[in-house]
């Protein structure tokens, strides 16, 4: 069983374009069903549950790929594309 504060000091990292997205700051559960909806990813390194403020990006329960030791593995946004960086 995973609990909360467990989640809570995983490191959100974007398949996507390899990037670290930070660390869950607000968790959104379905009480009626017994389900986590999405997280909240504060890209400041805030790692309080009862953050105030809209700060953040969400990530959706279903965009999880991989729940591992020290990370949790998303696939959100779109690739990196080389034209992205100042080359």
């Known amino acids: 069983m995973l609990r909360v504060s467990d989640?809570?000091?995983k490191e959100i990292i974007n398949i996507?374009?390899?990037?670290?997205?930070g660390f869950i700051?607000?968790?959104?559960?379905?009480?009626?069903?017994?389900?986590?909806?999405?997280?909240?990813?504060?890209?400041d390194g805030g790692r309080s549950l009862f953050s105030r403020g809209d700060e953040g990006q969400v990530i959706f329960f279903n965009d999880i790929l991989?729940?591992?030791?020290?990370?949790?593995?998303?696939?959100?946004?779109?690739?990196?594309?080389?034209?992205?960086?100042?080359?």
């Open 7 to 9: 989640i809570m000091e």
């Open 25 to 43: 700051t607000d968790i959104n559960l379905d009480i009626n069903e017994g389900k986590v909806m999405s997280f909240t990813v504060s890209g």
């Open 66 to 87: 991989k729940i591992g030791c020290d990370t949790i593995i998303v696939n959100i946004g779109s690739e990196l594309n080389i034209d992205d960086f100042n080359i």
């Open 16 to 21: 996507k374009n390899g990037k670290r997205m």
